[in-house]
């Protein structure tokens, strides 16, 4: 069963308001939580594409999105949409920004904990090869292609969580979210939290000291901008369509 596309887009500025009058910690908690998750599926994503290939990997990573939105964390790409909450004016630019500063640094922390935990556990002992070709990969991006990979990205990322909050029912969710994420991983566009498990995971892996803090750095910068204007840009379009408020 599906909602009305007024009527998702009502309840979605409407839980959009309560987000982002969460306290900080509670924003770091849940921002946590979310990295955690998400990197959670890169490292399953990272083994499966390593035995089986892309396909496997696009396979697997919807997995991220699914605990992140029925676990109830917070993801910052996905927080993008608030900005049709923003035009409805049912909230400030100054929470929108806080809360995305703070659930980016939480998913920040969630992320490279988990790509430590899993580099010292020797569970990427066998792939380290595919593992480090990655991060290289995307460290060595030009900042216009890493950027409009990321518009491309988080167009689909805030797809995956617009279809799946029409749906009603946990499994709508799951079934609704999975194609667009599964296209964005197949097409190798780039999803800044994502990569904040898959280049600390090589750099923790790397031993000749050619891939640094400074490559996250320089790929987070323009994969985050582009994750912002996609995000954003499909959240203009559905308050365009959908979400003004009747007169």
């Not at 599906?2 to 982002?20: H, I, M, P, S, W």
């Not at 070709?133 to 969580?161: D, H, I, M, Q, T």
Request: glycine share 12%.
């Amino acid at each position: 069963m599906l909602k009305t596309f007024a009527q998702a887009a009502a309840d979605y500025c409407a839980a959009a308001e309560k987000r982002v009058r969460q306290s900080v910690p509670r924003l770091l908690l849940l921002g946590t939580l979310a990295g955690m998750f998400i990197a959670f599926a890169g490292v399953a994503a990272s083994i499966g594409g390593a035995l089986a290939g892309k396909i496997a990997s696009a396979a697997i990573f919807p997995m991220g999105l699914t605990m992140v939105l029925l676990a109830g964390s917070e993801l910052f790409t996905g927080k993008c949409l608030f900005l049709m909450s923003l035009l409805r004016r049912e909230i400030t630019a100054g929470r929108m920004l806080r809360g995305w500063v703070v659930v980016y640094l939480g998913n920040l922390f969630g992320s490279v904990l988990v790509a430590w935990l899993v580099v010292q556990s020797g569970l990427l002992d066998g792939i380290s090869a595919a593992v480090l070709s990655v991060a290289e990969a995307k460290a060595a991006l030009p900042f216009a292609v890493a950027f409009l990979r990321g518009v491309l990205c988080n167009f689909l990322v805030c797809l995956a969580v617009w279809m799946a909050f029409c749906a009603a029912s946990a499994g709508g969710k799951v079934i609704s979210l999975y194609g667009p994420i599964f296209i964005f991983v197949l097409c190798g566009f780039e999803h800044s939290i994502a990569n904040m498990y898959y280049i600390p995971a090589g750099i923790f892996l790397c031993k000749n000291g050619e891939l640094g803090w400074l490559s996250l750095v320089q790929n987070l910068l323009p994969v985050t901008l582009g994750n912002l204007v996609g995000g954003c840009a499909l959240g203009c379009i559905l308050y365009l369509l959908y979400g003004r408020k009747s007169a």
